[in-house]
């Protein structure tokens, strides 16, 4: 018996001959269009093995690897696979996908799961890479603390604004998974059949087998807990005020996909909410641990960052647009349209521009440095935009997503550089 399995190039199910039902259990209209080919293997395997399988068969011709696969009521298997690529559209016009040839075998195979996949695993369930969003702003709150609000740099307290970096940051790995289980729960993720992977539809751990949905709640309320468990003893140091700014954010991230207020399906708050608990509420609330005062300053500090975070939030939802607009997530692109966002990319980065020479002009010294940052920020965002009216209905709009990343955080690291220098 040979399992016969065609996808696209994103992995998703085109045609399953009657050796792959009776092989992984499933019959073929409950895969076909609607599955990608990863639910037949562990998701460590998905993670370190099948980007190798699927980059060697379509350099060389093919690829044969020894594997594990697991049937849809969870029983493994001992395989061997031939994976090759394929073009429907005749060679000249590309590759459209991928076929694979699937055989039961006797001989027992353990593939062995490298430290670096076991690492992967868990900055995908997490979603860690995007802590620069929350890092960052974390920075520059304390940066402004120390050169603007402390009478010497010695009454710097270390131990507080560390403590309060780690907190912000669990905090935020804490919404990251919930958002993936309340995403997970309500369908959306499972409704998003056409992603651009690292970058939107989520992280699809669960999807992957990384982790259980149960699990994945568990993991979000023990990193929730956590963070509550520093902000209480930064509460009891530093007094209330650090409480609600904290209950604040957590409000915003668990509230952003958690029902019944979803934020994300509010039509543009959402956004509005990502922008203020990733920037100014993030300043304000390490400015204040560290100095005990509330200054309207230090709020201000944050808003440049806080959009262009908005900006990831905004362009990563371009992918997602469709299936998210079948589950009720109307955020600002299923609400405008893919054509009209990219002008609302555009406005929100020169929001953070114009929020920029703000901050330049309240300031009690003239500082040529944060000029240069703000400047030099519009003009590569600027670059991003033309990439995005050019790609924003293709694949090539991944580009765009990671750019704006980086923008947002290498912004982020040259304003608290020019706060401590200017």
Request: overall charge neutral; some cysteine.
């Amino acid at each position: 018996m040979k399992s016969v399995i065609t996808c696209d190039m994103e992995g998703r199910i085109e045609t399953f001959n009657k050796g792959a039902e009776e092989m992984f259990g499933y019959p073929a209209d409950e895969v076909i269009g609607k599955e990608r080919v990863s639910v037949f293997s562990p998701g460590e395997i998905v993670l370190q093995n099948v980007p190798v399988w699927l980059d060697e068969a379509s350099k060389h011709g093919k690829y044969t690897a020894k594997t594990k696969f697991v049937r849809k009521d969870g029983t493994p298997f001992n395989a061997k696979i031939r994976v090759t690529p394929t073009f429907a559209n005749g060679k000249d016009n590309g590759q459209t996908g991928y076929c694979g040839v699937t055989e039961v075998i006797e001989e027992e195979v353990n593939p062995t799961i490298k430290f670096s996949t076991k690492l992967i695993k868990a900055l995908a369930i997490t979603r860690m890479p995007f802590l620069s969003a929350v890092l960052m702003p974390a920075f520059i709150g304390g940066a402004y603390a120390y050169h603007y609000e402390l009478g010497s740099p010695g009454a710097f307290n270390w131990w507080l604004f560390t403590l309060a970096v780690i907190g912000v940051a669990l905090l935020h790995l804490g919404s990251n998974v919930m958002n993936d289980y309340f995403d997970v729960k309500d369908g959306t993720d499972g409704a998003n059949n056409d992603y651009f992977l690292q970058f939107s539809g989520g992280s699809r751990a669960i999807e992957l087998g990384l982790i259980t949905l149960e699990g994945t709640k568990r993991l979000g309320l023990a990193l929730i807990a956590g963070a509550t468990l520093i902000g209480i003893y930064l509460t009891a140091v530093t007094g209330w005020v650090t409480l609600l700014i904290g209950l604040a954010g957590l409000a915003i991230g668990y509230l952003y996909t958690a029902p019944p207020v979803r934020l994300v399906a509010r039509k543009g708050l959402g956004e509005l909410g990502i922008a203020l608990a990733f920037g100014p509420l993030v300043t304000l609330g390490i400015a204040y641990v560290v100095t005990q005062q509330l200054s309207p300053m230090a709020f201000l500090i944050g808003l440049p960052v806080g959009l262009l975070t908005a900006n990831i939030l905004l362009i990563n939802e371009f992918p997602d647009a469709e299936s998210d607009a079948k589950t009720g997530k109307n955020h600002l692109v299923v609400t405008f349209g893919k054509e009209k966002s990219t002008y609302i990319y555009l406005s929100i980065l020169i929001m953070a521009f114009l929020s920029n020479l703000a901050i330049v002009w309240f300031l009690p010294d003239t500082n040529p440095w944060l000029i240069g940052v703000s400047v030099a920020s519009l003009a590569v965002g600027i670059l991003i935009f033309r990439h995005i009216r050019e790609h924003y209905q293709d694949r090539e709009l991944v580009t765009s997503n990671k750019n704006t990343i980086a923008l947002s955080a290498l912004t982020g690291l040259l304003t608290t550089l020019a706060l401590i220098i200017g």
